[in-house]
């Protein structure tokens, strides 16, 4: 999946300020005099000096039907005739590229364009051998220029090159010296991408922390820190992270979710119930497994079988829950071991046929031989010698009472 949508990616990334100030006002007259509108410096710290390039004469006509084509085609409403726009300026792109009195701005024009109708047409290797011509001419402003090698790099890492994708992004960090909280997460979530959990987390970090334009995705830069620190060991700040989150988002399943996630994973089971109870409470359980890992956690605590059988039983009466085999034995240990013998052996009685062998119809067996119903815990036992146990001597004992 691309970050950026065809349109999205013609119009405000790589062709920003190219064509002084957006293709579609582009002046090529201007142009070819190196006459260009005022514009926003986007890389004021940069160390590449701004080149001061112009088109040659004897490729003007060609580079100002070119622009024409494509100026046409991006504002065609019918999408067959502007996918014939953007083949026939391609074609006369590929025509410049190919020309010898074209000198490098023609050439990075050209193929600026070029990349970006490749994108549009997701012919991703044609857009990246166009991208790398653009930069590698050097010839057209910062502007351009930096964005076209992050465009370059975000191809490259969206195929899982990361040898390249990572080189191209490092470069481009290194020479626009940009500190964009945008670029500095791009390169934290392509890095997490790679499982490359330890080195996410400095980028991400800053861009958290420097970010100041309410559009930016620092919820989810967040969530993937949190990961990060996660998966790299650093447990402390990862549950640091989602305690943030969660306290900030009460509301958001996600973020309450992955706060009792990490508290399991730190053998914090109460205070994963206790996030748990309160998304039950506020109707956050939507989900069978929202249901069962509340269970399951209640399960492997002490004294908690109420809650068990509280949490099992309002999941199958909403229909969340399906009575498996995981849900059914849950139920019927919790009822034996808060003393509801009856019921435990109504839920043992509907888990027994789903077990993956004859171990649980030989618990019912042995609790119906308890409760002195002996002819029903020997047709449990025999129904347990058939499903297979790897001791069956328990078994025959019971079917051999008198």
């Known amino acids: 999946m691309k970050l950026l949508t065809p349109k999205t990616t013609l119009l405000s990334l790589a062709l920003l300020g190219a064509f002084a100030g957006g293709i579609a006002s582009f002046d090529a007259d201007a142009a070819r005099?190196?006459?260009?509108?005022?514009?926003?410096?986007?890389?004021?710290?940069?160390?590449?000096?701004?080149?001061?390039?112009?088109?040659?004469?004897?490729?003007?006509?060609?580079?100002?039907?070119?622009?024409?084509?494509?100026?046409?085609?991006?504002?065609?409403?019918d999408d067959a005739k502007a996918e014939q726009g953007y083949a026939t300026a391609r074609g006369l792109a590929d025509e410049i590229l190919g020309n010898a009195s074209a000198n490098e701005y023609d050439k990075a024009v050209a193929a600026q364009?070029?990349?970006?109708?490749?994108?549009?047409?997701?012919?991703?290797?044609?857009?990246?051998?166009?991208?790398?011509?653009?930069?590698?001419?050097?010839?057209?402003?910062?502007?351009?220029?930096?964005?076209?090698?992050?465009?370059?790099?975000?191809?490259?890492?969206?195929?899982?090159d990361y040898?390249?994708?990572?080189a191209t992004l490092d470069k481009y960090l290194a020479e626009s010296k940009s500190k964009r909280p945008?670029?500095?997460?791009?390169?934290?979530?392509?890095?997490?991408?790679?499982?490359?959990?330890?080195?996410?987390?400095?980028?991400?970090?800053?861009?958290?922390?420097?970010?100041?334009?309410?559009?930016?995705?620092v919820e989810n830069w967040t969530q993937i820190l949190m990961v990060c620190y996660q998966e790299s060991g650093q447990t402390a700040d990862a549950l640091k992270v989602a305690e943030g989150l969660a306290a900030k988002s009460p509301n958001d399943k996600r973020a309450q979710m992955n706060l009792a996630t990490i508290y399991l994973n730190t053998e914090q089971e109460a205070k994963a119930a206790a996030v748990l109870e309160k998304m039950r409470a506020s109707g956050l359980m939507t989900e069978e497994r929202d249901y069962k890992q509340l269970f399951i956690t209640y399960a492997n605590m002490d004294g908690k079988e109420k809650d068990v059988i509280s949490v099992v039983n309002e999941g199958l009466q909403k229909g969340l829950l399906k009575p498996d085999f995981q849900t059914q034995l849950a139920l019927a240990q919790a009822y034996y071991y808060s003393e509801q013998i009856p019921?435990?052996?109504?839920?043992?009685?509907?888990?027994?046929?789903?077990?993956?062998?004859?171990?649980?119809?030989?618990?019912?067996?042995?609790?119906?031989?308890?409760?002195?119903?002996?002819?029903?815990?020997?047709?449990?036992?025999?129904?347990?010698?058939e499903k297979g146990l790897k001791k069956p001597e328990d078994a025959k004992k019971i079917i051999a009472l008198p």
């Open 182 to 217: 945008g670029d500095l997460a791009f390169k934290g979530q392509y890095l997490y991408q790679a499982e490359r959990y330890a080195d996410c987390i400095p980028p991400l970090k800053q861009a958290i922390e420097t970010s100041t334009n309410p559009e930016d995705k």
């Open 163 to 166: 040898t390249n994708g990572f």
């Open 113 to 160: 364009i070029a990349s970006q109708i490749a994108m549009n047409s997701d012919d991703d290797a044609g857009a990246e051998g166009y991208l790398k011509q653009a930069i590698d001419s050097n010839a057209l402003g910062n502007n351009q220029h930096f964005q076209l090698q992050l465009q370059l790099a975000q191809l490259q890492l969206q195929k899982d």
């Open 343 to 385: 019921q435990a052996i109504d839920a043992w009685q509907k888990a027994a046929p789903q077990g993956p062998n004859g171990d649980t119809y030989l618990n019912l067996a042995r609790v119906l031989w308890q409760e002195g119903r002996i002819p029903e815990a020997k047709v449990a036992a025999r129904a347990a010698l």
């Open 33 to 77: 005099r190196g006459e260009t509108k005022k514009e926003e410096a986007l890389y004021p710290d940069a160390t590449r000096e701004e080149p001061n390039a112009k088109g040659s004469p004897k490729v003007q006509t060609k580079l100002n039907k070119l622009i024409e084509t494509y100026n046409k085609a991006l504002e065609q409403e």
